[in-house]
């Protein structure tokens, strides 16, 4: 008996109007939705919507696991060595045994006959050594490139792997993700990050290429204090002990002119571990760190997941028609009382929600859009006055029954 009233009393909350006017709802949302951003007036909100994310709370101010160290990772800052200091850095990195060398600049020219010999001579010793390259093209946020660019061939270790970072404009926006493989001309190119892991864990690289991800969230470690680093002249001091690079990961690059100085705009960029979520003065990052931030997560397998869009849509119908039906019905028993509580309940909602997603985010690994969730209870007020008056023009050619229709007085 009582499991019949408990199927009675759910089924007493399964209305066709409320199904109706969720489903207008929706329909709504998503026509506003593709006005507002496929119109270039209104490109700034869309620019700036894009650019935040509620998961950037997490890494920026509430990560207890940011800076823990990662002992498979050593970053050599290169500076603004000339070719022979970098030439002389590579020799004594060799001489320490790495795994695996990856090299984030480029070397554009030949200049200097004996350097430039030296240098390559380096550089094309054993097999280990993967330099960058950069794909270019107008479409690069789909994956369409015009060209490769490379440093000059003299130069080639016969190894690279792509440094984009974060789609078309990494330098303006905030780099949270990255592609762990393109085709270009047939050829299949791997990130640094993933190339220099295929040689150091293949386990792991199959672990990412099995994700057949097109692009993949970062799932930041930490900054610089999260890697065993060595400054700019550490490495032509003789005292200084580089046993520790022996078996690991060498990932080589500008961290500014030493550790020590004030961070300037040269290959920097915003990342969600930046110490102001908005109104940000100056990246926080350069892109060597955000490498090995990548290569921290394939290592570890420590990915973010990401709820596909129908489910998105699909959850946020389900919560969409409750929250509509609660709303209904309270305004029918008391709409004094319905219209008192309606901006308190709309925050407390709105925060739990997010304040949920936020949860899983961090103790999961799995991210949800929450403006699949949220659009549609933020808009529904709004929506539903206009579906009132629709619904009298409607019910003056043909009768219709709706307890959303505006009674009359």
């Known amino acids: 008996m009582r499991k019949k009233k408990r199927l009675n009393f759910l089924f007493s909350w399964i209305k066709m109007d409320y199904l109706a006017v969720n489903f207008f709802l929706f329909l709504s949302v998503s026509m506003i ?7 270039t007036v209104f490109d700034p909100i869309k620019k700036a919507l894009s650019d935040f994310n ?8 509430l990560n207890t696991t940011q800076e823990t160290l990662d002992t498979n990772i050593v970053l050599v800052n290169i500076g603004h060595l000339d070719r022979a200091g970098i030439a002389t850095q590579i020799r004594r990195i060799r001489k320490n045994n790495p795994k695996v060398i990856g090299f984030d600049s480029f070397f554009s020219a030949r200049r200097d006959s004996v350097t430039d010999a030296f240098l390559s001579e380096q550089l094309s010793e054993g097999n280990n050594f993967i330099m960058a390259c950069y794909l ?5 946020l789909t994956g369409q490139f015009d060209s490769l660019e490379t440093s000059d061939p003299y ?3 016969g190894n690279k792997g792509f440094v984009n970072l974060g789609g078309a404009h990494p330098e303006t926006s905030t780099v949270r993700t990255f592609s762990p493989r393109e085709v270009f001309k047939g050829d299949t190119l791997y990130s640094l990050g993933a190339s220099l892991v295929k040689r150091f864990d293949p386990p792991a690289f199959s672990k990412l290429m099995e994700r057949d991800n097109r692009r993949e969230i970062i799932n930041y470690r930490g900054n610089t204090d999260a890697y065993i680093r060595f ?5 032509f001091d003789s005292t200084t002990d580089l046993s520790i690079i022996k078996d690991k990961i060498v990932l080589m690059g500008y961290i500014g002119e030493s550790f020590g100085g004030q961070p300037d705009l040269e290959d920097i960029y915003y990342t969600p571990m930046n110490a102001e979520l908005s109104g940000r003065s100056r990246p926080d990052m350069y892109g060597v760190v955000i490498h090995a931030n990548i290569i921290s997560m394939i290592l570890s397998e420590n990915y973010i997941t990401v709820m596909p869009v129908w489910l998105c849509i699909f959850l946020s119908f389900i919560l969409c028609y409750f929250y509509i039906a609660f709303i209904t019905w ?16 709309l925050l407390v909602l709105n925060v739990l929600l997010i304040y949920i997603f936020f ?15 949220l659009a549609p209870i933020l808009l529904y007020k709004t929506f539903l006055t206009y579906y009132e008056r629709a619904l009298l023009v409607i019910n003056r050619k ?3 029954h709706s307890r959303f229709l505006p009674k009359k007085k």
Not at 332 to 345: C, G, M
Not at 359 to 373: A, D, H, Q, T, V
């Open 155 to 157: 130069f080639s270790s």
């Open 54 to 61: 509620f998961s950037d709370l997490l890494y920026s101010k």
């Open 330 to 345: 309270l305004g029918e028993k008391n709409p004094l009382l319905s219209n008192l509580i309606f901006p308190v309940f």
């Open 398 to 400: 043909i009768k219709i």
């Open 359 to 373: 949860l899983i985010y961090k103790y999961w690994n799995f991210s949800i859009n929450s403006g699949f969730f």
């Open 33 to 39: 939705g593709a006005i507002t951003f496929n119109m």
């Open 231 to 235: 400054d700019v002249y550490e490495l």
């Open 136 to 140: 270019t093209g107008k479409e690069e």
